[in-house]
């Protein structure tokens, strides 16, 4: 969502394992944002699950001897965070804590598991509905029934054993270039299926399911909506958008900023498959900015995909009391409060006031659909190889 739009990069290179960035007691930046070239929630390559090579130890950068004890938060590239934020809690904790950005959702989940005879990490922050199953199954995390978990809406909490407890949660859906559709006066889509109309030929960019988070938040969008059997499947659908010149690439940024016309985008395609939020990062981060962002979600029926992320303290955890701590202070009111203009998503906490930016430039869908963690677990590669047979071959 450089969405998470502008500001962690779920777009960054794939298989790259990101630094072990410590927070001293007196912490400067905490997550590096992106520049206002880059609103992200996700993605350049992300690889989904399956590499098999042995995690790499990080390196911690040097920092100055912490006056207590180190939690150490393992998260996927677009995990961002205000340093004031982390700085609160170390003053409650007397600890440092430092994050290790481990790549995105799928790569940085297999380094967990990998390394779960001597844990990375005390704390995972990252896994999402679409890899929840995984994350389960691999047994790498404690049980942790935090108070706060109280707060959280109940259409939140996929985990009941509370091993993975919910944080945040977002929109995955197209965003289209307004100037375009003006100017050339045609018509928006109404429905999926009209993306394959002659009429929108070679204007939609995707992202590859097979490398891109948003992408297969998509692709299970439209699994969800035409289903695998019948007389129209998913197969169908995307087959007809191949045969329209859909263009699909590897990562969200590149699909973003490389290939859609509209915002920030350098490209020609007027439609990209993105994030709720990104019309309202275009606005947030434009200078000056705009009444009205150039960007808007198409938000067609059944077009839109939920995606709820978590934490979760891991098995052998070095400082389990900190860990819980943490998990305590994700789901409060502070950290929650600082989500949205910080990974461009919906803090899972319902009293969590929203900027006004995301009030007035970002739209949430009320038809979004979502599949079940164990459905995701159970068809995820086939429907992965399924597309890439019908799309990319």
Not at 201 to 212: D, G, I, K, Q, R
Not at 284 to 311: C, H, M, R, W, Y
Request: hydrophobic letters at 45%.
């Amino acid at each position: 969502m450089k969405q998470r739009l502008l500001l962690v990069t779920l777009l960054a290179a794939a298989m790259v394992v990101a630094a072990c960035t410590p927070v001293p007691a007196s912490p400067t930046v905490v997550a590096p944002a992106a520049t206002p070239t880059t609103p992200v929630v996700a993605t350049a390559t992300e690889p989904i699950a399956g590499a098999t090579a042995e995690p790499a130890t990080p390196e911690p950068q040097p920092t100055a001897a912490p006056t207590g004890k180190t939690l150490t938060v393992m998260t996927h590239d677009s995990f961002s965070v205000s340093e004031d934020v982390v700085a609160k809690f170390q003053a409650q904790c007397g600890c440092t804590v430092q994050f290790l950005k481990s790549g995105d959702t799928g790569l940085a989940l297999n380094k967990a598991i990998l390394s779960k005879n001597n844990p990375l990490a005390d704390v995972f922050f990252g896994v999402d509905n679409t890899f929840l199953s995984r994350g389960l199954a691999s047994d790498i995390f404690e049980t942790y029934a935090s108070p706060a978990l109280a707060q959280m809406p109940e259409e939140l909490k996929l985990d009941p054993d509370n091993r993975l407890l919910p944080v945040d949660f977002g929109y995955v859906t197209i965003n289209y270039d307004r100037a375009y559709f003006s100017e050339n006066d045609i018509p928006l889509p109404a429905s999926l299926r009209d993306l394959a109309d002659p009429a929108y030929e070679s204007l939609l960019v995707v992202e590859n399911p097979a490398t891109s988070s948003p992408g297969l938040a998509f692709l299970l969008a439209t699994i969800a909506t035409f289903g695998e059997t019948g007389a129209y499947t998913y197969v169908d659908f995307w087959r007809e958008l191949r045969e329209n010149d859909v263009l699909v690439t590897d990562g969200w940024e590149d699909a973003y900023y490389g290939q859609f016309s509209g915002g920030s985008g350098e490209g020609d395609r007027p439609m990209v498959v993105s994030y709720a939020t990104s019309p309202a990062a275009e606005v947030f981060f434009a200078d000056p900015q705009p009444a009205e962002s150039p960007t808007a979600n198409l938000l067609l029926p059944g077009g839109s995909f939920k995606q709820i992320e978590f934490v979760g303290i891991l098995k052998g955890a070095k400082e389990p009391a900190l860990a819980r701590q943490w998990v305590d202070f994700m789901l409060g009111d502070a950290f929650q409060a600082d989500i949205p203009l910080q990974m461009w998503i919906y803090p899972g906490l319902p009293g969590a006031e929203l900027p006004e930016v995301f009030t007035k430039h970002a739209q949430v869908p009320v038809d979004a659909v979502t599949l079940s963690p164990d459905q995701i677990e159970a068809g995820r590669e086939k429907w992965i190889q399924a597309w890439t047979d019908a799309v990319l071959r």
